[in-house]
């Protein structure tokens, strides 16, 4: 069973598929930190990230491993603990510009696959091109939105005590940028389940999920 749960930042996607995996007993991907992790690396390395050819030239050296466990998912990179190290403001406001370079889409989207192909029970996985783009054949395909207004707070919250209104500009800038992109823009297939997640709490946003799952698993 393969979800794709897709969807700008802050409408509760990790937090969505992390505890719909768990309660199904699949595995995890959170896609969106394999892109933070491969900038990561780039800005340890002296990349310069707005040159798309040193970039798309660097692609392939990091080797990045992720933990499929939803209870504790992993990221390494070059086999250093990563997780932390992502999560910077540093690396949010270049994830955009290396994600576009398509050598780095191609090199990433490989990795996804063969990481859903080698879940033994099924996966849930998260990011904004999973449905259209990595796994056009998952089994149920789920697109999660919410206003900017939600979204922000949401976000803020997660960034303790961020200034709500610089949130909302950058997660803006950040739709702009990811849906815009010429490579596997963020977009809601054409068989996707929108979910507007504004007006619901977590738990009811995963119970949603779950009940999506579980009809498309009765019918499968």
Do not use: H
């Amino acid at each position: 069973m393969i979800v794709a749960i897709d969807g700008p930042s802050g409408t509760g996607k990790s937090s969505t598929s992390k505890a719909v995996a768990a309660k199904l007993g699949l595995s995890y991907l959170d896609t969106g930190a394999q892109y933070r992790a491969i900038t990561w690396w780039m800005i340890s390395n002296g990349i310069d990230v707005q040159d798309a050819v040193a970039v798309a030239d660097a692609a392939g050296k990091p080797v990045i491993v992720s933990g499929t466990d939803p209870a504790r998912p992993t990221i390494t990179v070059d086999g250093v603990d990563a997780a932390g190290p992502i999560r910077t403001e540093e690396v949010t406001s270049k994830v955009s510009a290396v994600s576009a370079v398509p050598e780095v889409r191609e090199r990433i989207t490989e990795l996804q696959r063969s990481i859903a192909a080698d879940a033994p029970l099924g996966i849930v996985v998260e990011g904004r091109d999973i449905g259209t783009t990595v796994l056009p054949d998952a089994d149920l395909k789920i697109f999660l939105t919410a206003s900017p207004e939600a979204r922000a707070a949401r976000r803020s919250g997660e960034l303790k005590g961020a200034d709500v209104v610089t949130t909302q500009q950058a997660l803006i800038k950040r739709d702009a940028a990811d849906s815009s992109r010429k490579t596997s823009p963020l977009a809601k297939a054409d068989d996707a389940v929108e979910v507007d997640t504004t007006e619901l709490t977590l738990e009811q946003v995963i119970e949603c999920v779950v009940t999506l799952v579980e009809e498309k698993r009765a019918t499968a």
